[in-house]
């Protein structure tokens, strides 16, 4: 029987799983995908344990050799499997990073004896564990007529979990409020639901307390309003602990580069100058959403 | 002592209480009837806005119902169309609100033309101006005709402006009344390029607010296209053309080459030596920091500042400043580069 062969420079099965619940949760809280590579021998490699140690080694060394210092590599505890954790990756990128190092060991005659398979998990949401995670690459991996050097692909986990996010419209203009407010319930952005909510001072709105919720929280607003004005408003909001959860939208009739600065740097994320387009406030809007996850 | 019966009194009294009564009859009417405009006006508001939005954005049925029946509906109307034009850009919504007003606005706006009152005739010619109702500019003409006030002949050489520039443009040669420049800068703002572009051919001939207005309504459209232009102003002997002309090609801010600028360097008004400190700002420091040098010595605070500014806001300027306080002469200069250097450090 063979022994097992297991690369001691490297973390191990049982050493990453911490990590992994870590990084998984982390997934959510940051908006940024994970993706996980699993690869295994194609071919359990012929001739004595010590040859089988060096081949072992050899990809041990090589996949550490080709990693970011963000990733993480491991080896499985049967021998035959390895794993990476590219974090703040999304599957693309990975599939390219796998066609490059697939290249390498097919060219290079110091690796002719190696011949891998690869499956890939793309990781958006919490709803996976380790065990769960390992159990179906093995199983993609297991099929001994899979050709050498494919890449197999678990698609279970890649979409991400809907989010809530609060859109407050302050405008004074009853009518143009209404259009507004139109606008943000029609409008539909991928794995975020808008809860909207309009008021027509910057008094109404802080004291509505919405903005103290822990939801991320759009507001639109005009630079000029009753009671408290959007400035105002800004500068409570970019003044609060948590007040990278605000995305603000500033509106003016104002013109001017001065205004512009003022705003940007008082904390807006846009400024739009009056009368806009209302197609173009909603592709700035979906931009600012899809930035949001890899 | 002046004698009076009482039955003269007794009809005095009577006749000043009738009148008080009927005053008083008149002042409620005026209420009601005020009240009645605000709740047709509201009513119309509240039932139509959401039918207004669908037709206006959506594609949605025109229906006759939004025909407005009475001046009241048509200041709800006034409402609804200008909350859209005021915060909204959208060809299709302005069309239609063009078309709708040439239809069934018109005849409301002509008669308001007519109206005894300045307030009323001046809301009609704004309201012609917004909503686009070009089927009046006969109405205007013919109205121009009439004894109006400055005010008046302004709104209608902006309504010309927008439906007929070459009328606006003899209109402003041939005008008698010279507005501010802030008001023709108004107006030259809503010309279209290639009629805006026209002021500059024969630029002698125009009053001086309009030449000012000119160039500065150049320099808040920041087309490529009036930079020749304004290069062109830069011969005048004329002061404030030649500050305003290098004010407006900073506004712009392309410059495409620096020998028009050189010889203002060595000019002998600061405020053109100063504007000269700011275009430099446009051009990469190896050609200019010799030139911003001799600014930096230069007699006016004011210029001098600027030079250091400019200088110091080039990703090299601080080191070149600092050789500069090392190899001067000029206390002055070095002290004013030595204080850039402090408040650019101090803001990084």
């Known amino acids: 029987m063979n022994k097992l062969i297991i690369a001691e420079d490297i973390m191990q099965e049982h050493e990453v799983k911490g990590y992994f619940e870590i990084l998984r949760e982390s997934v959510i809280r940051s908006r940024l995908t994970m ?181 991320m929280h759009l507001v639109i607003m005009n630079d000029i309003l009753p009671r408290k004005n959007g400035l105002e408003i800004l500068h409570i909001l970019r003044e609060m602990p948590n007040e990278k959860k605000f995305i603000i939208y500033m509106m003016s009739e104002r013109n ?39 | 002592m002046i ?31 005020e009240i009645r405009f605000a709740k047709t006006r509201d009513t119309y508001l509240q039932n139509y806005s959401q039918h207004w939005y669908n037709y206006l954005f959506n594609d949605g049925n025109f229906s006759m119902v939004l025909v407005p029946r009475g001046r009241a509906q048509v200041a709800a109307i006034e409402i609804i169309f200008s909350s859209y034009l005021k915060n909204i850009t959208n060809e299709k919504v302005e069309h239609k609100i063009k078309e709708f ?9 002509d008669k308001d033309l007519a109206s005894k009152r300045w307030s009323i005739r001046m809301n009609a010619l704004y309201r012609i101006a917004d909503l686009q109702i070009d089927e009046l500019l006969d109405t205007c003409q013919q109205f121009e005709k009439t004894k109006i006030s400055e005010e008046e002949y302004f709104q209608l050489l902006k309504i010309y402006s927008i439906f007929r520039q070459e009328l606006f443009i003899g ?100 405020e053109v030596r100063l504007m000269i400190a700011k275009i430099f700002k446009h051009v990469p420091l190896e050609y200019s920091y010799a030139y911003l040098e001799q600014l930096l010595e230069d007699d006016n605070w004011w210029v001098r500042s600027q030079a250091a500014k400019t200088i110091a806001e080039n990703r090299e300027g601080i080191a070149k400043l600092q050789q500069f306080m090392e190899s001067s002469n000029d206390q002055y200069a070095i002290e004013m580069a030595q204080e850039t250097v402090v408040r650019r450090q101090g803001i990084k």
């Open chain 1, 35 to 215: 993706t996980v590579v699993f690869f295994k021998l194609a071919s359990s490699p012929q001739g004595t344990d010590i040859e089988r140690n060096q081949v072992n080694h050899q990809i041990s060394a090589f996949l550490t050799s080709k990693i970011r210092k963000t990733d993480l590599l491991f080896q499985l505890a049967d021998g035959v499997h390895w794993g990476i954790f590219f974090l703040q990756s999304s599957e693309v990128e990975v599939k390219a990073f796998l066609k490059r190092i697939f290249a390498i060991l097919k060219q290079e005659r110091e690796y002719q004896q190696i011949a891998l398979k690869a499956s890939i998990t793309e990781i958006r949401n919490n709803s996976v564990n380790f065990e769960t995670l390992l159990d179906k690459n093995k199983q993609k991996l297991a099929n001994d007529e899979q050709p050498i050097w494919s890449i197999q692909q678990v698609t279970d986990y890649r979409v991400q979990p809907m989010e809530q996010v609060k859109v407050s419209i302050i405008e004074q203009n009853a009518i143009f409020r209404k259009v507004l407010e139109t606008t943000f319930t029609h409008l539909d952005i991928p794995h975020f639901t808008l809860d909207v909510a309009t008021y027509e001072d910057g008094y109404s709105f802080l004291q509505s307390e919405t903005y103290k919720t822990g939801h």
């Open chain 1, 256 to 294: 001017s580069e001065g205004a512009t600065l003022n705003a940007y740097e008082g904390g807006v994320d846009e400024f739009i100058v009056k009368p806009f387009n209302l197609r173009l406030l909603e592709a700035k809007i979906r931009r600012t959403f899809a930035r949001f996850w890899l």
């Open chain 2, 3 to 33: 004698e009076l019966s009482i039955s003269f009194l007794l009809t005095v009294i009577v006749v000043l209480l009738v009148m008080l009564f009927l005053f008083t009859i008149y002042l409620l009417l005026q209420h009601e009837r």
């Open chain 2, 101 to 109: 007003s040439n239809h069934y606005l018109k005849k409301f706006y």
């Open chain 2, 171 to 270: 209109k402003i040669k041939e005008s008698s009344i010279h507005y501010s420049e802030s008001e023709y800068r108004r107006l030259f703002v809503l010309l279209e390029d290639s009629v805006f572009i026209r002021l500059f051919e024969d630029f002698n001939s125009w009053t001086k607010n309009i030449q000012f207005a000119a160039i500065d309504t150049a320099a808040v459209k920041r087309h490529m296209q009036y930079i020749e232009k304004l290069k062109q102003l830069l011969t005048y002997e004329e002061p404030e053309i030649k500050i305003r002309a290098l004010k407006g090609l900073y506004e712009i801010g392309v410059i495409d080459e620096i020998d028009p600028y050189v010889p203002f360097v060595a000019s002998d008004m600061w």
